[in-house]
């Protein structure tokens, strides 16, 4: 059976004119330029949406702005059946999508369909998962937080935004795992999201929030968290060099967060081979890695049939970790 590490792992405007300017890649249908963000404004499938839009636009890949819409409902799920049931040859359309995609695949969020439905594309970006707690929290070290867990694991409320299932549960999950405790054992109290979660821990009506690393970057200044460890293989760079990783503290969890993008499984090969070119060119700019950056997020090169392995590898090992963490036989 894979290793907890490797399941872990394996988890990193009106319509416009987009006219591709560079290359030899095909010139985009009038007024048909899109990304569907899965939710609401103002979450990780809008970011994600908006890396690329914003990002493509900036950089000259191409010269009009892309429409950004939303259609949330079940955790993607909504969006998932539209493009296949209605946009499913539409080769101007991609739709946000992220490591939670994946485990709801894997945990059959939705509905009948699989991952061999669509047409994955390509990652533009990849976030880590963090274990943070209050600053007024006795827990200085992960260390310490893992000792209080292996003998009180039920009185030590976790929190985070989403539901038993989701990726932020996985996360303590994994976290509970690693020491041998069963995540069936957690406390765990579910928000709309993780900005809510992170008002709970600051307000102490949770002890541990398993979020992730680009949802803290205005937190660091303030005094207010203390990050236990980054939930990644190796540190990651910038304003998050002195966290230590989980990892490199004896514990065997990692917890990546791809930001990409699927299509319609009708799509044609040209159309689907331009959409990878694109991703891949906007992911070349030096320009990008600063709108990048801006965004919390951290380089991932994984486009076109590379990245369509990647995101079924993870599904097959999410699978498995869900037999394992008992959500599923």
């Known amino acids: 059976m894979p290793s907890t590490k490797r399941l872990a792992a394996a988890l990193v405007a009106p319509l416009a004119i987009a006219t591709v300017s560079l290359l030899s890649l095909p010139v985009m249908a009038a007024d048909r330029s899109e990304c569907i963000a899965p939710a609401k404004p103002g979450g990780g499938y809008d970011l994600t949406c908006r890396l690329a ?8 890949v191409i010269d009009s702005p892309m429409m950004v819409t939303y259609m949330p409902g079940g955790i993607g799920a909504v969006a998932y059946n539209h493009v296949i049931g209605v946009r499913s040859d539409d080769p101007n359309l991609i ?11 894997a945990l059959g969020k939705f ?19 963090a274990v943070v707690v209050n600053a007024d929290s006795p827990w200085q070290t992960l260390d310490e937080l893992m000792d209080d867990l292996k003998k009180h694991p ?12 989701s990726q932020d549960w996985m996360k303590a999950a994994l976290i509970a795992k690693s020491i041998d405790v069963s995540p069936r054992k957690l406390r765990y109290v579910s928000f709309e999201g993780g900005g809510e979660a992170l008002a709970a821990l600051l307000g102490n009506h949770i002890k541990v929030y398993t979020g992730d690393l680009s949802e803290l970057q205005s937190q660091l ?10 939930l990644s293989e190796e540190r990651v760079p910038g304003a998050f060099a002195d966290i230590p990783t989980a990892t ?7 917890w990546p967060i791809w930001r990409g993008y699927y299509m319609g499984k009708d799509v044609s090969d040209a159309d689907y081979n331009a959409w990878v070119e694109r991703l891949k060119l906007l992911s070349e700019k030096p320009e990008f ?41």
């Open 221 to 230: 200044s303030s005094g207010k968290i203390r990050v236990l460890a980054a």
């Open 111 to 129: 509905g009948k369909f699989t991952a061999d439905d669509v047409r994955w594309v390509g990652a533009l970006g990849v976030d880590y998962g």
């Open 53 to 60: 839009a914003n990002g493509l636009l900036e950089t000259g």
């Open 154 to 165: 039920s009185e030590i409320p976790f929190g985070a935004g989403g539901t038993i299932g």
């Open 248 to 254: 490199e503290q004896g514990y065997d969890v990692t």
């Open 289 to 329: 890695a600063k709108i990048r950056e801006a965004r919390g997020l951290f380089p991932i090169q994984k486009f076109g049939p590379d990245f369509d392995q990647y995101v079924k590898a993870q599904i097959t090992d999410f699978k498995t970790l869900a037999q394992e963490v008992g959500l599923t036989q």
């Open 95 to 105: 739709v946000a999508a992220s490591t939670g995609a994946a485990v709801n695949l």
